[in-house]
């Protein structure tokens, strides 16, 4: 405790030379928590969006079912059993076929995927609804992406032409019925949804899936056998793998480039503590000549380094409140050009600061300048009491 | 008890590595001071005060010979029980006062209190007591550097004295200081031996110090030359 009070009286006492590392270690400490929550907004946003528009609580799959293999397509489907029915019925699961196809906007032709899914379902936050209807008119829904990329507009219709089971091309024209913004690409991205029974029917797959999507409540009442017999079970954590892996990627560049500028903060305190030992051998001398042992002499001015560190976050605390919480309110826009990454990302991030968070920050922060301040006292327990008195450079 | 030892030297030697040899800083040093001296080591530059005080202070141990200051035997004393002993027992008064700059003078003397775990109240009693000896509880809040050299030092003899220990060490108190400072800082010093039975003990070659020593030891080239006391007419 002598030592903390000791430690803070000197070290205000220096004023201007404190106040500069302090400021420069704020500043790292506030670029940490920010950096830090914008990627964990990102992850949060785009795990709940992807959640939502996609995956549900994790998928049942046809075994041959890859959804980064299109030729995987034409054999991954097979009838959806009693059992599954019975679960489609009480809305647990959804079924979902997957076909290749072309389409040809403005004369030129492009491979898409065509999905069914059923108008009703309500697992997924797809404006399915839309699909029903038509008066003879087979009804479309697809994202802004695709409607972006391929220049379509609700209202437009379009030629698509797909195989059916035996392989025999069809083609028929479609009517987009509906344009929806979604932050997940994997749903949009050169795909058309249509209703399911049409899609089983053009496709002459009745009553068949490629996959399921399933809710909480079917993780729930079948957590002994997820996957049904014949299929295969894809878990939440198993499906967000890709995008779990790009936060941590993200991650660690950013941390390369607040790592630097907490080097640069902590190099300021090493240097600091190195001039002090050597300006302030007289005061150490005098320390230990009035009965303070060699160790607790380290321990001083190793509090008073860390102690940069201690003041770093309170001002960083005064400064990076109101700020921080402003892009919390008002989120971080993402420039337009992100659409095309594929990624699942808002056009705003609001940043989450979990108290997690904010505590590893400060771990972060308190120990590494406590270490930087350490190692040049070690100096002190070498030095020579009579020596330092006289303020003899060591 | 006025005759009790509280610092006794047998026959000490201290050398100094010099390159691949070595300098002898003190030659079969003797000695004994009782409680309440009042004693100087004197003698020119390099004759080896400075170091046998901070023998005495357990700052430093000999080569040889053996050190007791207040029961304790210095050559075996650990780091820690050093730092215990001067922190109770021993004050230090130095040349360059030695001031904690960023404290103020309050500060300055209670130092030596915060590592006796006294309480606050406490603490500031001995502290404006022991300002009070030296004439400083004006400045109780002044920083050292707003501080005369005379009052810094009186703040230095404050800090020693403020733990009430049985021995100060004095080096070259006045070397620093104009006559008049030099003569009320000794007057300060002795008066506090007189009041507080403290052992005082000097290194210096200030005539004006040695006007007011009870016992002159001499010493020249790290021996004892002689070892005289005083008679006051006072």
Redesign the interface.
């Known amino acids: 405790m ?1 030592e903390i009070k ?1 430690a803070f ?2 070290l ?3 004023g201007l030379r404190t106040w500069l590392n302090v400021i420069v270690l704020s500043i790292a400490f506030v670029i940490i928590l920010f950096y830090n929550g914008m990627l964990d907004g990102w992850n949060e946003q785009a795990r709940r969006d992807t959640c939502e528009w996609e995956i549900g609580s994790g998928e049942i799959r046809h075994p041959l079912f890859d959804p980064y293999d299109p030729y995987c397509y034409q054999d991954a489907h097979k009838a959806i059993d009693a059992d599954l029915q019975k679960l489609i019925n009480a809305g647990e699961i959804t079924p979902i076929l997957v076909t290749q196809a072309s389409i040809y906007p403005q004369g030129r032709m492009q491979n898409i995927v065509l999905k069914g899914i059923s108008p009703d379902q309500k697992l997924l936050k797809l404006p399915s609804d839309k699909l029903n209807g038509g008066d003879g008119d087979i009804k479309a829904i697809i994202g802004h992406r695709m409607a972006n990329a391929s220049n379509l507009k609700i209202g437009d219709r379009l030629m698509v032409r797909w195989r059916d089971v035996q392989g025999a091309f069809d083609a028929k024209e479609i009517v987009i019925a509906d344009i929806f913004r979604s932050n997940v690409p994997a749903i949009d991205a050169a795909q058309i949804w249509v209703s399911i029974d049409v899609l089983q029917e053009i496709c002459v797959m009745p009553n068949e899936a490629t996959y399921f999507v399933v809710n909480d409540e079917y993780l729930k009442t079948h957590r002994e056998a997820l996957a049904p017999n014949g299929w295969k079970f894809a878990s939440k954590e198993l499906l967000l793998k890709d995008l779990n892996d790009v936060i941590k990627s993200k991650k660690a560049s950013s941390g390369i480039m607040y790592g630097l500028l907490l080097a640069i903060a902590l190099l300021a305190i090493f240097d600091t503590q190195v001039l002090s030992i050597f300006r302030r051998q ?2 150490i ?2 320390y ?9 002499v380290v321990r001083i001015f190793t509090f008073e380094g860390t102690a940069h560190s201690i003041l770093a976050i309170l001002l960083g605390s005064i400064y990076g409140t109101p700020v921080l919480s402003y892009f919390v309110r008002a989120g971080i826009p993402m420039p337009s050009s992100v659409d095309q990454t594929g990624l699942a990302i808002s056009a705003s991030i609001y940043p989450v600061f979990s108290l997690g968070l904010i505590v590893s920050s400060i771990l972060l922060v308190v120990i590494s300048a406590m270490i930087v301040s350490y190692i040049p006292t070690r100096k002190i327990t070498k030095l ?3 020596d330092a ?1 006289k303020g003899k450079i060591l | 008890m006025e005759n009790e030892i509280i610092v006794k030297l047998e026959n000490l030697v201290k050398r100094f590595p010099v390159g691949k040899s070595h300098f002898t800083a003190l030659r079969n040093i003797s000695l004994e001071f009782k409680k309440g001296e009042f004693a100087g080591l004197v003698g020119p530059s390099g004759s080896g005060k400075t170091t046998l005080l901070n023998i005495i202070g357990s700052l430093d141990t000999p080569s040889e010979g053996i050190a007791t200051v207040i029961g304790k035997r210095i050559n075996d004393l650990s780091h820690k029980a050093a730092a215990h002993l001067r922190n109770y027992n021993i004050g230090f008064i130095f040349q360059t006062y030695n001031l904690l700059p960023v404290y103020n003078v309050f500060d300055n003397v209670e130092f030596a209190l915060l590592l006796q775990k006294m309480t606050a109240t406490e603490r500031k009693k001995a502290v404006m007591e022991a300002l009070e000896w030296v004439g400083l509880t004006d400045k109780a809040k002044s920083k050292p550097a707003l501080l005369s050299g005379g009052e810094c030092q009186r703040v230095a003899i404050a800090r020693a004295m403020v733990k009430r220990p049985a021995l100060v060490l004095a080096d070259e108190p006045s070397a620093n200081l104009d006559s008049v400072n030099s003569n009320h800082i000794v007057q300060t010093m002795k008066q506090l031996n007189r009041e507080l039975n403290t052992t005082f003990i000097f290194s210096t070659h200030d005539e004006k110090v040695m006007r007011y020593l009870d016992r002159v030891i001499q010493l020249v080239d790290g021996e004892v030359a002689s070892d005289e006391l005083i008679k006051h007419e006072d």
């Open positions: 002598l000791l009286k000197n205000l006492g220096a007289k005061e001398g005098t230990i000549a009035l009965g303070m042992t060699r160790f607790k020579n009491p009579t008195i």
